[in-house]
């Protein structure tokens, strides 16, 4: 299983970004598939996930209304596009997918608000 993540970067508050996940290794199609981030000297913390056919989307309050999880299930890929950036947002973000009795992380993507 391999999960790689791009897209992230230094972006202004109130501007946007788009994060992918590339997939590979197990059928992408049949996993939930989701995003966490993790702040300096914080907690690692679940932003949103996303069901296997992509008809089911959940996120976390601090993030409803402007970010929006995605799949490409024919490209192997999840994405999550970001608008209204904040500076709290600023994290590492991390693509993750469990499988029976493991779970998965990406390498992570740098994500910074900031004027």
């Known amino acids: 299983v391999q999960l790689v993540e791009s897209g992230g970067g230094l972006v202004q508050p109130g501007g946007s970004l788009r994060l992918s996940c590339a997939a590979s290794?197990?059928?992408?199609?049949?996993?939930?598939m989701s995003w966490y981030r993790q702040a300096p000297g914080k907690a690692r913390e679940w932003v949103a996930g996303i069901s296997s056919g992509g008809g089911s989307r959940n996120y976390v309050d601090s993030v409803k209304g402007r970010f929006t999880i995605s799949r490409d299930n024919a490209q192997n890929t999840v994405y999550l596009q970001m608008n209204s950036l904040k500076p709290e947002d600023t994290a590492v973000y991390y693509c993750?997918?469990?499988?029976?009795?493991?779970?998965?992380w990406g390498q992570g993507t740098q994500v910074t608000v900031s004027s």
């Open positions: 993750f997918m469990r499988s029976t009795g493991r779970d998965y």
């Open positions: 290794g197990f059928t992408f199609s049949s996993y939930v």
